[in-house]
């Protein structure tokens, strides 16, 4: 009989959702006689007081942006952190117990940090039942990670197991595998076929905008910077769940010189990365992470206070993106990648020199040897 794997994820955004899917697909390949069972732990039938939380956190993101980065770097500290994180685990506890009577699993992976700090609380009892797994799904450490109890972390780059060693997590359990994202993103992408694909035009410039599942980080403000452009270009916008974003991107292409076209929330970004020349995103991780496994060449903006900023650090610092700053003109910007295409080959050779297509192999075979 297949071992029974449990991956708990968190539908804030969908780039914890996205990497819990990936490594779903890895671990079904790896394990083919596995059971696999994906479970929402913000959903208000695993837990009112979790679901609660997500809907606190995703209205503070849009009304107050910067009260969510303040809370951000407060719970970051080691004392005031720690103590809020106890707090939080052991209000998340008995939502982890119950999954755990439900599906009997032989494998816990948590994609968010909320399961992972509930799993971690758990009393010996009940942890010596499965082995335990957090895959961090950003490019830096946030206290909330930080999880003692864990069997096996995941991270995306050499810097945060030095952070979470720094912070008492044992060496031995920390793998350097870079982020789970689906292996379609590795395959070979012809540049013309996907442009055929979706409608395009075969020698116009394609710039592709997206803000992540929630359709975040003021598209329809970069849009307008891009009108002032006087070369034509076909602008791909993904605007994900967000239905009035939707609209006005619609709205906006009607009267625009530029050949826009509007996605909603769609399963063809393979395919709408592999057509475009430049992605103007604000760096949700997995989204970059996509991006780098198909070497496309990234400008970011807007990042989501916190995590992003850290996502978009490290990233321009790999020499695949050009991160905007407050006063920087995106419309400059472009202008200027697609007149160099020498800087363009060398973000997209960047990229993926950066890539890890291994990820979710690794995360499998790790995981392998403790069962």
Known sequence: MG???????????????????????????????????????????????????????????????NLYEF???????????????????????????SLVRKYRPDVIICTHPFPAEAVSHLGDGWRQQFVSVAVITDYSVHRMWICPNMDLYFVGCDFMKKQLIADGIR?????????????????????????????????????????????????????????????????????????????????????????????????KVCQLMGASDILVTKPGALTLTEAMAMGLPMVLHEPIPGPE???????????????????????CVIRDLLSEQYALSDMAMAARRHARPGTVQEIARAIEELL
């Open 171 to 267: 060496e031995d359990t920390i793998h350097v595998t870079g982020i789970p994202v689906s292996r379609d993103f590795y395959q070979a992408w012809d540049k013309a076929a996907c442009r055929q694909a979706a409608g395009l035009l075969p020698d116009l410039p394609v710039v592709l905008l997206m803000g992540g599942g929630l359709g975040l980080g003021r598209i329809v403000a970069a849009l307008e910077q891009l009108e002032k452009l006087e070369i034509r270009l076909q602008l791909l916008v993904a605007a994900g769940r967000n239905h009035e974003l939707k609209a006005q991107a619609e709205r906006f292409g009607g009267t625009s010189h530029h050949c826009v076209h509007v996605y909603g929330f769609t399963d």
């Open 3 to 65: 071992k029974s794997f449990l991956l708990v994820t968190a539908s804030i955004g969908s780039g914890h959702e996205k990497a819990a899917s990936a490594i779903a697909e890895g671990i079904k390949a790896y394990f083919p006689d596995a059971r696999i069972d994906t479970v929402d732990f913000m959903r208000w039938d695993t837990s009112f007081i979790n679901a609660f939380m997500k809907s606190c956190y995703l209205k503070m993101l849009a009304l107050v942006p």
């Open 71 to 97: 809370m951000y770097r407060f719970t970051d500290g080691n004392r005031k952190g720690g103590f809020i994180q106890l707090l939080m685990a052991q209000a998340m506890s008995r939502s982890i117990k």
């Open 309 to 331: 900023t850290d996502n978009a650090r490290y990233m321009s610092g790999c020499g695949a993106a050009v991160w905007l700053h407050a006063g920087d003109n995106l419309a």
